[in-house]
């Protein structure tokens, strides 16, 4: 008996399947056969055109599955180690309660961007009070406001907070709001772990649902499992992705794998539906050097003129014909020179949802990125699917405890 398309492409053993997510698939309306639109019709819970930026990245359904929603502490275990995502679907119910806030915040923040009077509506943690001066903005051109705290030390710099715009496209209403300590940018990977702790407890305070995350005992106890230690959620961001929001592809390590450094992301919906592409900058480099190789032998012609104008992708052979060169340039910000093929159109992200690196998440799912240095580490993106505003929060994980003397 022939199996249907659908199915065929699911049981691909070529294909990757997200721990804890649901299957996802691109299709075509116009170019896919009879067939296959029927399948995906038939097993669809949602569907949706990708738009980021103003760029079209095409159609994808989200298949019904009836999967449990814990997932299996070893194999979890194993993709952590091996620097891929895994999916807590349905994890954090107990945040979705804060979703309503969050959304709220979002519309105070856009109206009147007054982090000042809004954090001294709280009472902050750790002594922290709120100071205005010696601040300048790192991104001005995304940037909307900014704001310190100095510490009972009178240590200006203890911990600051941000709002800026997630782009500049001028269709793209989402915002983020980035808690951190000293230099931002040259501070984000500091070991200093007593900072570390305060931005955690003002992130707690301020950010709705933060809290209940942070004491989720289940995720808590797999995370401290994977570091071999008790974990801390810290450096928080709220995002609130809006239509033609989302972000390109990137990573969030700093540096070498370390005891005292970032290890991991953990992002939490609790409002709304993004779709994540997570994969291991390993298996980036693989199914990037698939699709090349494909235009290289001569096929996917069209696509290749579409990406790389005038033989733009000659100069890149260099690059492409080492696995190496090829994992440093995707690493780089926006993917380097190969930002036309991960970020700008549909026939990268349809190799990708197709090859199973694709999920969706809705309230109270999670996504766990593990980070093992910039070599090792979980690549990502996202796009927003819903019509209306969103809410999220995204933490870094590290050790909750002092490394070892000599650890960097």
């Not at 808590?220 to 609130?240: C, V």
């Not at 991991?264 to 409002?271: A, D, S």
Request: charged letters at 25%.
């Amino acid at each position: 008996m022939t199996k249907d398309p659908l199915q065929e492409l699911l049981e691909d053993t070529d294909r990757d399947a997200i721990l804890g997510a649901a299957p996802v698939v691109a299709y075509d309306p116009q170019q896919d056969g009879p067939e296959f639109l029927s399948a995906i019709s038939d097993a669809a819970s949602t569907r949706a055109r990708l738009t980021r930026r103003g760029r079209d990245h095409g159609h994808i359904a989200v298949l019904n599955d009836e999967a449990a929603e814990r997932v299996d502490i070893d194999l979890a275990l194993k993709r952590w180690r091996s620097a891929r995502p895994v999916v807590l679907r349905g994890a954090f119910a107990e945040a979705i309660p804060s979703a309503e806030a969050g959304v709220e915040l979002y519309e105070q923040m856009k109206a009147a961007p007054d982090l000042n009077a809004w954090s001294s509506a709280h009472e902050l943690p750790c002594g922290l009070s709120p100071v205005n001066e010696g601040l300048s903005y790192e991104d001005p051109e995304r940037d909307l406001a900014k704001m310190g705290f100095s510490d009972p030390e009178d240590n200006l710099g203890a911990a600051w907070m941000k709002l800026a715009k997630l782009s500049t496209h001028p269709e793209d209403e989402s915002l983020r709001l980035r808690l951190g300590f000293g230099r931002e940018g040259l501070d984000d990977a500091s070991p200093q772990l007593e900072r570390q702790r305060v931005v955690s407890q003002l992130g707690r305070t301020l950010l709705p649902g933060m809290e209940e995350i942070c004491a989720n005992k289940r995720v808590n106890t797999f995370i401290s499992k994977a570091l071999r230690g008790t974990a801390l959620l810290t450096q928080p961001l709220a995002y609130w992705n809006r239509p033609e929001g989302g972000a390109l592809f990137h990573h969030d390590a700093f540096g070498e794998n370390s005891p005292a450094g970032q290890r991991g992301v953990l992002y939490v919906q609790t409002h709304g539906e993004t779709l994540w592409l997570a994969l291991s900058i390993d298996d980036l480099v693989s199914r990037v050097a698939e699709m090349t190789d494909a235009m290289i032998l001569g096929d996917l012609q069209e696509i290749r003129e579409k990406l790389f104008p005038e033989d733009g992708l000659q100069p890149l052979l260099v690059i492409l014909d080492d696995e190496e060169l090829l994992r440093e340039e995707l690493g780089k910000p926006g993917c380097g020179k190969l930002a036309a093929l991960v970020n700008h159109g549909p026939s990268f992200t349809a190799w990708l949802a197709d090859s199973g690196h694709a999920c969706m998440l809705g309230p109270g799912d999670g996504i766990l990125l593990p980070n093992h240095g910039v070599h090792h580490t979980c690549m990502h993106s996202v796009f927003c699917m819903s019509d209306h505003t969103t809410y999220a929060i995204s933490m870094a994980i590290r050790l909750d405890e002092e490394p070892p003397t000599g650890s960097r």
